[in-house]
């Protein structure tokens, strides 16, 4: 995918050359400003049923009369929110993806106070980009059948004068590179169990180190074992596949300043071990490294953007399997942190993995943490899909995250993680056990998580809602990298 801005001025759009040109009307002033054919011809649509511009509604038009366009799409807007943009941006690319067009031109009608607005254009140019990225992505890894991409390669923006086009650049670049880290963390995290191992996972940050100057440092079996991380290894006893802890690095400030480190989950397939799961929808528990698959997407839009900070990401990855091995509940085992641990659920596999990550980020001496993680069912009903689960004791990082999360239309919601939600992590065999009660079930993993962070500010993001989708559109959604490449 390709992505550019043009000049050209709103008062003259029919004269515009395109292959296919999208409108979007930012809500109810929008037509203002607009030429005479356009204008005639939206008069004529509305005047003949056609077309109302009301959010959601889009039209379609091929050869307008009066246009130089070869096609038109006017799609509305509810207003000029970067989020109403994107989705009719989004509409208006699902009407044009299954046709010949291989370049689309975007225009945006708003009012002249939004139309002035240098910071709201980069966040629409921004979301014009993700929009066209999410629209041309087909997984094909293990589906070489699947049907041809979309010819649509290839956006611009248009903008009314230089001085547009020099906000719009900004949004383009940090949208692209935002795109091409969404776009690995889809691919990584859409590929099955039996292909996405902890090994592949190793060699796609090898491969990322190569490509874009990042340090990669694997940990194998041994290696782990060395490292004293008895908790992350009862995980992974189950499994024939070995398990790996990634360290990957990035380095964009001198080295001895305090870098900012992300923790990603990495089960590359969750059965439950012997607390197995049922059977139902098991098959998407292959997208429980969504964590992991966030991070290394970050890192690769990271490396684009070159921020002047150090970034550090530390993955664990390994399956979680039933075997004559594996881990049982109520065995006791021995964190990296020296905490011994009462593995009552063996399912609740997640927060044994981070915790061992989180006491090896200490020796970063990060400025902050934050941990992303596939984590509870839990936050999946407390929060659905709309937003990930924010959990810190950290107002500043708190505001920041969220924030972020704005600023990428991929928010985050903050949860409480008041002392009382650890009750039921008592143990009368070990510092703590791995689960509480069944209720604030999101809450606990947090609470759980919070003893292995003293060191340093922390903060975790449970996207059990929002790393994927299930259904007819099943597949992995890139999130939160666009939050995450924010915050850094
Ligand atoms: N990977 C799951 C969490 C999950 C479940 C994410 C469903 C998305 C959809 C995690 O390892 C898990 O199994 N958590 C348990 C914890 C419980 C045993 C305390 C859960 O949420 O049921
Ligand atoms: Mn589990
Ligand atoms: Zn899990």
Redesign the pocket.
């Known amino acids: 995918m390709d992505f550019t801005q043009q000049t050209h001025t709103l008062a003259t759009l029919s004269r515009l050359k395109a292959d296919a040109l999208v409108l979007v009307l930012c809500g109810e002033a929008s037509a203002a400003g607009l030429d005479e054919a356009t204008a005639d011809l939206l008069a004529a649509a509305r005047h003949d049923g056609d077309f109302e511009p009301k959010a959601g509604r889009t039209w379609y038009v091929h050869r307008p009369a009066g246009l130089a366009a070869r096609r038109l799409v006017v799609s509305a807007a509810a207003d000029a929110s970067p989020k109403a943009f994107r989705a009719a941006v989004a509409s208006a690319l699902k009407l044009l993806r299954p046709l010949g067009a291989r370049t689309v031109h975007i225009a945006r009608a708003c009012g002249t106070a939004e139309a002035a607005d240098r910071v709201l254009l980069a966040a629409h140019a921004q979301a014009a980009v993700l929009a066209l990225a999410d629209a041309t992505y087909v997984y094909r890894h293990t589906k070489p059948s699947a049907p041809a991409a979309p010819t649509l390669e290839q956006g611009v923006l248009v903008c009314g004068d230089e001085a547009e086009a020099a906000g719009a650049l900004a949004g383009i670049r940090t949208g692209l590179a935002l795109a091409a880290g969404i776009e690995l963390a889809r691919e990584c995290a859409n590929r099955p169990g039996n292909h996405a191992t902890p090994r592949h996972l190793a060699e796609l940050a090898r491969k990322l180190a190569r490509q874009h100057g990042l340090k990669a440092e694997i940990l194998d079996r041994k290696a782990i074992e060395k490292a004293g991380m008895g908790s992350f290894l009862a995980v992974s006893q189950g499994s024939e596949e070995p398990p790996r802890f990634i360290v990957l690095r990035y380095q964009g400030a001198p080295a001895a300043e305090a870098p900012l480190v992300l923790v990603g989950k990495g089960?590359t397939f969750?059965t439950?071990g012997i607390?197995l799961?049922p059977g139902a929808e098991m098959d998407?528990?292959k997208?429980?490294m969504g964590g992991a698959a966030s991070v290394l997407g970050t890192l690769r839009a990271v490396a684009e953007l070159k921020p002047a900070i150090n970034v550090v990401a530390l993955i664990p990855s390994c399956e979680?399997m039933p075997d004559g091995r594996a881990v049982k509940p109520g065995d006791v085992v021995t964190s990296l942190s020296g905490q011994t641990i009462e593995i009552l659920?063996t399912?609740?596999?997640?927060r044994l993995i981070l915790c061992d990550a989180l006491t090896y980020a200490e020796r970063f001496k990060p400025r902050a943490v934050v941990d992303v993680a596939?984590?509870?069912?839990?936050?999946?009903v407390a929060l659905g899909a709309q937003h990930s689960g924010l959990f810190t004791a950290d107002d500043d990082l708190s505001a920041a995250l969220l924030a972020a999360g704005q600023q990428a239309q991929d928010t985050c919601w903050r949860m409480p993680l008041d002392d009382e939600y650890a009750e039921g992590l008592k143990s009368n065999f070990a510092d703590v056990a791995n689960?509480?009660g069944?209720m604030g079930?999101a809450i606990?993993?947090a609470m759980f998580l919070k003893r292995f962070t003293g060191a340093y500010r922390w903060a975790h993001l449970d996207i059990?809602?929002t790393a994927w989708k299930g259904g007819a559109d099943k597949g992995a959604t890139g999130r939160p990298v666009g939050l995450l490449t924010h915050f850094v």
């Open positions: 089960i969750d439950g607390s799961k998407e528990m997208f429980d979680n659920n399912d609740a596999e997640g596939t984590l509870t069912g839990a936050c999946v689960i509480g069944r079930g606990t993993a059990a809602g």
